[in-house]
């Protein structure tokens, strides 16, 4: 992926906090990780990571050279391969 900035909206900053993720953590998922999708269902692109011992998905729109991160929240490596197998996610 090429370089971008990150917009952080207040509601995801809020959600981060609420949820006791690590900023820096949750920057180098987006900048760093191979792992992304398109969900079909909420026509959004996803990235997936690691976060300390979790799996973590965070769902993000683009505009020009910008990644805007929506919410992000645990996810189970069961819960993406079912995605993927039902073609819910598709990967990029």
Same mark, same amino acid.
């Given at each position: 992926?090429?370089?971008?900035?990150?917009?952080?909206?207040? !509601? %995801?900053?809020y959600r981060?906090k609420? @949820?006791?993720?690590?900023? =820096?953590?949750?920057?180098?998922?987006?900048?760093?990780?191979?792992?992304? !999708? %398109?969900d079909?269902?909420?026509?959004? @692109?996803?990235?997936?990571? =690691?976060?300390d011992?979790?799996?973590?998905?965070?769902?993000?729109d683009?505009?020009?050279?910008?990644?805007?991160?929506?919410?992000?929240?645990?996810?189970?490596?069961?819960?993406?391969?079912?995605?993927?197998?039902?073609g819910?996610?598709?990967?990029?």
């Amino acid at each position: 992926m090429q370089s971008f900035d990150i917009v952080w909206s207040s !509601y %995801f900053k809020y959600r981060m906090k609420l @949820r006791g993720f690590k900023v =820096k953590e949750i920057e180098k998922i987006l900048r760093h990780s191979t792992e992304r !999708y %398109f969900d079909t269902r909420t026509n959004r @692109r996803v990235v997936i990571g =690691k976060h300390d011992n979790d799996h973590v998905i965070i769902p993000y729109d683009t505009a020009k050279n910008q990644i805007i991160p929506v919410t992000v929240h645990i996810i189970s490596r069961k819960q993406i391969n079912f995605r993927c197998k039902t073609g819910r996610f598709i990967y990029e």
